[in-house]
């Protein structure tokens, strides 16, 4: 089957306030204000549920977006998932951009997490003013990194399906051995 979908249009979370999210997000990481759209009843639903909606340029075609939903109780998080898994990553140009980011944010009063080392990246955690975690991400992927994660994609799939730990195959990204195995030399 080929893949239907062209792009995603865009990613929609709940904001606390969308004034201050839509500064906080052009000050901190240069992204702007595209559109606001604010409605007292829902479009799809019909629903009486004042909201603002807004949409930041994320670079590249890539829309952030954002709901006020001043009439609902207060946002919060799952208390069954740990804070640092539902994130949204975002990719900078160079280890160089993450590293002046990181300073930039954390000369902001911003506590910042990393650099860390996935192997197929470098990146940094922060939160933005609604408590989602966020990342950016620096690529630092080798010739055949790609190619040999492909290789043993579904093997690993398969293990953890099965085990629920970490599977054999992954071991290679953590222990050193993908710095030897791919080094640019």
């Given at each position: ?10 990613v ?65 998080r ?108």
């Open positions: 089957m080929s893949n239907l979908i062209s792009k995603i249009h865009h929609a979370y709940r904001c606390k306030d969308a004034l201050v999210t839509a500064r906080w997000y052009e000050e901190h990481l240069g992204m702007s204000l595209i559109l606001s759209i604010a409605e007292d009843a829902v479009p799809s639903t019909g629903e009486a549920d004042p909201y603002m909606h807004i949409f930041l340029d994320a670079g590249m075609g890539n829309v952030l977006a954002f709901f006020e939903l001043p009439a609902r109780p207060e946002m919060g799952d208390p069954n998932t740990p804070e640092w898994t539902q994130h949204l990553a975002m990719e900078v140009d160079s280890l160089d951009t993450l590293l002046a980011t990181k300073a930039k944010l954390e000369s902001s009063g911003i506590k910042v997490l990393g650099p860390t080392d996935h192997a197929l990246f470098k990146s940094i955690y922060f939160f933005d003013p609604s408590g989602h975690r966020l990342e950016l991400v620096a690529p630092t992927i080798r010739k055949g990194m790609l190619e040999a994660l492909g290789e043993v994609k579904w093997d690993m799939l398969e293990e953890w399906s099965t085990t629920k730990r970490a599977p054999h195959h992954a071991a290679w990204m953590h222990d050193g051995r993908y710095k030897q195995m791919f080094s640019e030399a």
